[in-house]
Structures are given as structure tokens and as C-alpha cells.
């Protein structure tokens, strides 16, 4: 690192990506199951482009924005499936989906902290 907050980024990134996604989705997989687990991977890009913008390291677009609303129209496809499986296994536990989203949030915290980083 050249310097404290170059020092500071790469705590944060261990923090979040490795330490807190990981610890994270795996409590969200204790509580829940890995099919309802699985709905929520996909978020991944959609989180990590609207931080990017949000945080004005990435320049907005409507490219982007075409982008955006085709993963969050995956991710609805998705969830719509997951409701029919909550349906017929009752698995509804708050608190899981809570590790869940938080989990690929904090992964995705980690590749907006690498491009910081990066300049």
C-alpha cells in the first residue's frame, strides 16, 4: 500500500468480500436452502453497476441503464420461480433472506472497493 487508505481499501475489501459475503451467504444457506440461495447471485451485477454510479466511479448511460433493467427483469423472473418454491417448501425466513442479500452485497462491495483502489 502507498498509503493509509490504500491500507484501508484492502482491509475493507478483505472485510467484505472474503470475510463478510462468504460468512454471510453461509448463514443465509444454514437458514434457507441453496435453491432460494441461488435467486439472489444474480444481483450481483445489478448492485455492483448502481454503486458504481451511485459512488460516480462509473459514468451513467443508457446502455447501462438498458442493462440495469434487464438483470433486475432476470432477477423478477427468478424471484416469481422462488415464490412458487416458497409455496410448496414454506421455507420464509426473514432472517436468512436477510444474510442472503447482505452476503452479495458485501461480495460486491469488494469490486467497487477494487476499483477505488485502482483509480
Known sequence: PQNRTD?????????????????LYILGLDLLNPD???VYQP?????????????RLETFSV?????????????CVLIQVWTLTKLVSGSN??????FLLSGVVSQQLLIIFQKYLKG
Not at 491500507?7 to 460468512?23: A, C, R, S
Not at 446502455?63 to 432477477?75: A, E, M, N, R, T
Open 43 to 55: 444481483l450481483g451485477p445489478v448492485i455492483t453497476s448502481t454503486l458504481a454510479v451511485a459512488l
Open 63 to 75: 446502455p447501462k441503464l438498458l442493462g440495469l433493467i434487464l438483470g433486475v427483469g432476470g432477477v
Open 36 to 38: 432460494i440461495a441461488a
Open 7 to 23: 491500507l484501508l481499501l484492502i482491509i475493507g475489501m478483505g472485510l467484505t468480500g472474503m470475510f463478510g459475503g462468504q460468512t
Open 93 to 98: 425466513n426473514i432472517l436468512g433472506h436477510g
